[in-house]
């Protein structure tokens, strides 16, 4: 049959390429993996906040906030949000009473303040090392 031969790859280059698609495919599956769970992660970060409220009088009650920082950076809290039973909220700007509080990921802050003793709830504004200005979930004041 004319003398032609046929010849394929030698084991060695296919041994080669194999590897090669194996570590390409290894690196794509690494990368979706640590895609997903970054994203997954950046939905669990957030600052989680507790308070505990003491009547001082008919008009004021003293809320002790105490949290943890939940991000993977450092915040700053800014403000207290409080809400009155009306649904109005008030602002108490801390940068004027006491100065801001910064937090490191991970760390524990408490916040103590005067408030109207109707006032039916809180959030905590502060902003993130990437200058995201964010709010904990509302807390109870009663």
């Known amino acids: 049959m004319g003398g032609r031969s046929r010849r394929g790859l030698s084991p060695l280059v296919a041994s080669i390429i194999l590897i090669a698609f194996t570590i390409i495919g290894g690196f794509v599956v690494y990368e979706y993996f640590m895609s997903s769970s970054e994203s997954v992660m950046a939905a669990g970060e957030g600052v989680i906040v507790n308070a505990n ?4 009088s008919n008009t004021e009650k003293l809320v002790y906030f105490s949290g943890v920082n939940g991000h993977s950076g450092s915040i700053t809290i800014t403000q207290v949000k409080y809400y009155m039973p009306d649904g109005a909220p008030q602002t108490v700007d801390l940068s004027q009473s006491g100065g801001t509080i910064t937090v490191k990921p991970g760390d524990k802050f408490t916040i103590d303040l005067l408030l109207p003793a109707d006032a039916a709830a809180a ?6 090392d990437a200058g995201e200005t964010l709010s904990s979930p509302p807390v109870s004041l009663s």
Do not use: R
């Open 53 to 56: 409220t003491v009547y001082v």
């Open 123 to 128: 959030t905590l504004v502060y902003t993130t």
